[in-house]
């Protein structure tokens, strides 16, 4: 038996440290070679680190939350040379005095569990990781409303078990669902997920808790704090008759076939390719310790995305160069890559111009924060019908308003202005959108 280290490798280019967003292991856990033992964050992707020993973990090399530098020891694993892969395969070798196991009538086993990462027998586990289960499954749900975090292996498992997380309290950061809170529910049984927010209405609660800003929640954060603290805003307000480019989304839409369904973004996207075409100091990174602004060709175009750990803003490529159905079908992918975690470091970095829209439930109007470093924002608030004169009479039209924001430093107000009324004017009349050489 000889104990071996595992130390935190080089997730990326640049990157010298990272954040422990997660442990899926604990000292006595038997694990085998590729078992993931943990996830890390940078600033742009959550990555997982699978193991590249197959043992028992001896101690780990931090705790949830803590900035761990590349190089450093994650993990220290007990190994025994050739024998290690079967030790890890077949645990009740361990001991020969270990106790009987527990029977599967006490102890519900999941329809498929995680073959990743065995826990320890009874006999090798710290007695204090073997009464926890009982707190953790006391503690009530999420509020109502509330979307569970979880990584995709725990969502799977839990799927393939029958369990609704929402139902499950997670003890990991900022409420995250890990394997050990899964662990409890199926030592606990059916009382082990906890009651229904319903049936606890009309009762008085008290007390508080306390939640630790840590991994994408952290990252936010500190970004929102760096754009608005270094960046004096403006922020132009207008509002857009839709009820054009609404018919001729309904027209596309119709005769689709095997494209993807249109949405009001790829036609956004597209007229704000077509307005920087105009105005290309918009589509720029300002260097504000250099004093450099850096305009780009390229339209590279950030999303902001809602997904269950927070906002993450993936990056549609070259959109200039893209059609409304190429531009829907390459946002779709790439929300749901950033929804399950598969978004990669490429597909997370290199916007050089962000749109945010919050959709049917958005405001009437909002005042975007600047997606550092770059100098401009386009936010979309939701559509409603309204009465508009048209010179004769009130007419029924599909009216939304555009929030866009602009680093003031860079950007005077005249020009944000002229820049707004030109994606105003494209997306009234959305044949100058498609028109090589419009008027």
């Known amino acids: 038996m000889s104990e071996k280290s595992i130390k935190v490798p080089d997730v990326g280019e640049g990157v010298a440290q990272v954040e422990l967003v997660e442990w899926n292991v604990q000292p006595g856990t038997i694990v085998r070679e590729d078992d993931v033992i943990a996830t890390v964050m940078t600033d742009k992707a959550t990555v997982e680190i699978p193991s590249i020993f197959a043992g028992t973990i001896v101690s780990l090399g931090g705790e949830i939350g803590d900035m761990l530098a590349v190089g450093s020891v994650l993990v220290v694993i007990a190994t025994s040379g050739d024998d290690a892969k079967q030790d890890a395969a077949a645990p009740k070798t361990a001991s020969k005095t270990a106790p009987p196991a527990v029977p599967k009538s006490v102890v519900p086993e999941p329809a498929a569990p995680e073959p990743a990462v065995q826990r320890a027998p009874a ?9 926890a289960p009982a707190a953790v499954t006391a503690r009530p749900p999420r509020h109502e409303g509330e979307n569970p975090l979880a990584a995709p292996s725990v969502r799977a498992r839990a799927r393939d078990a029958g369990i609704d997380l929402r139902q499950v309290r997670g003890t990991g950061p900022a409420g995250r669902i890990t394997q050990a809170d899964l662990d409890a529910v199926f030592e606990a049984g059916p009382e082990g997920v906890a009651t229904s927010p319903q049936q606890s209405r009309g009762r008085r609660r008290e007390g508080a808790s306390t939640v630790r800003v840590l991994g994408l929640r952290r990252k936010i954060a500190d970004r929102m704090a760096l754009a608005n603290t270094r960046i004096p805003h403006i922020t132009v307000i207008e509002e857009v008759d839709v009820t054009a480019i609404e018919d001729l989304r309904a027209t596309m839409n119709a005769a689709r076939g095997d494209r993807p369904k249109l949405t009001m973004l790829p036609f956004i996207s597209a ?32 999303i902001a995305t809602m997904t269950d750990g927070g906002l993450i803003v993936p990056v549609l490529r070259h959109a200039e160069a893209l059609g409304v159905h190429a531009i829907a079908a390459g946002i779709s992918r790439l929300a ?36 550092h470093p770059e100098v401009a924002i386009l936010g979309v608030n939701k559509m409603a019908i309204r009465p508009m004169w048209d010179g004769h009479q009130f007419v029924p039209r599909k009216m939304m308003n555009i929030s866009a924001s602009f680093d003031h430093r860079v950007v005077d107000g005249w020009d944000a202005a002229t820049f707004v009324q030109r994606i105003k004017q494209l997306l009234e009349t959305p044949a100058l959108i498609f028109m090589e050489d419009e008027a």
């Open 336 to 371: 749901e890559a950033a929804r399950n975690g598969k978004a990669n470091r490429d597909e997370l970095t290199g916007s050089t111009i962000t749109i945010t829209s919050l959709g049917p439930i958005g405001a009437i109007a909002t005042t975007p924060i600047i997606n």
């Open 123 to 131: 006999d090798l586990a710290p007695a204090r990781d073997r009464a």
């Open 271 to 302: 007229g704000l390719c077509r307005a920087l075409a105009d105005h290309p100091e918009m589509n720029a990174h300002f260097d504000d310790d250099a004093g450099i602004v850096t305009r780009h060709n390229p339209v590279h175009i950030g």
